[in-house]
């Protein structure tokens, strides 16, 4: 079936550490990739985006991800993070021409001040 | 100036109650969306609307209608509110333009349902 995964839904680290999180999707075809983030109580809001071009794509808040076709997976990544990155993470995938954005369940990040 | 705007932000009702929410927005896309997020967070769309017409309608209870009044207007009803009805709906808008579409999230709107 067709989906988003994302794994380890719970992370914890501390300020200051790296942080990956990992997004494999299962649809064929040409697709645009995005990362959501939400913050405690409030809305989606958007770190970034791939839909051509360079693999790997800068968003904003220091985020950046790795669009790898071989692999179906779109990676975000934090070198060093902050307690307020503290929030949830949602990929979310969009196949050309197809106005359905499906999204994975999300991964719960918690950064330890 | 807020982009994608929903009403209420909170709603609070019994089960059995008809209620509806509203949103607007005022980028001048041509599609807009609902989606459900539940109590684990997971996020899936119901409906879509192109320029005022159904594209996408998930496998929803017929409790929920949407309603275009224009294309800068989606809004849900939702018939003998259940439980399980209790979740937050985000409203989003998109420009369809070829194969890119980025959609652009409201508020949300949280349902409890007692």
């Known amino acids: 079936a067709q989906s988003v995964s994302q794994h380890n839904h719970h992370v914890i680290l501390s300020e200051a550490a790296s942080l990956e999180l990992g997004c494999n999707y299962s649809?064929?075809?040409?697709?645009?990739l995005f990362w959501y983030v939400q913050y405690p109580g409030q809305h989606l809001q958007l770190l970034l985006k791939?839909?051509?071009?360079?693999?790997l794509v800068k968003g904003i808040k220091g985020f950046e991800a790795e669009f790898i076709k071989s692999k179906f997976s779109f990676n975000l990544r934090k070198p060093s993070v902050q307690w307020s990155d503290t929030a949830e993470y949602f990929c979310?995938?969009?196949?050309?021409?197809?106005?359905?954005?499906?999204f994975g369940k999300g991964n719960q990040v918690v950064v330890i001040p | 100036d807020t982009a994608v705007s929903q009403t209420p932000k909170y709603l609070v009702t019994q089960m059995g109650n008809d209620k509806s929410i509203k949103c607007e927005q005022n980028?001048?896309?041509?599609?807009m969306y609902w989606y459900k997020q539940d109590s684990k967070k997971f996020l899936k769309i119901m409906f879509s609307?192109?320029?005022?017409?159904?594209?996408i309608n998930e496998t929803v209870p017929n409790r929920f209608s949407p309603k275009s009044p224009d294309k800068a207007h989606l809004n849900l009803h939702i018939n003998s509110l259940e439980l399980g009805d209790s979740a937050v709906y985000f409203c989003?808008?998109?420009?369809?333009?070829?194969?890119?579409?980025?959609?652009?999230f409201g508020p949300g709107t949280r349902l409890t349902v007692l």
């Open positions: 649809y064929g075809g040409t697709v645009n």
């Open positions: 979310a995938v969009n196949v050309w021409g197809n106005n359905r954005l499906a």
């Open positions: 989003a808008s998109s420009q369809q333009t070829g194969e890119y579409n980025e959609q652009f």
């Open positions: 791939y839909f051509s071009g360079d693999p």
């Open positions: 609307y192109n320029n005022k017409e159904l594209i």
């Open positions: 980028l001048g896309h041509d599609t």
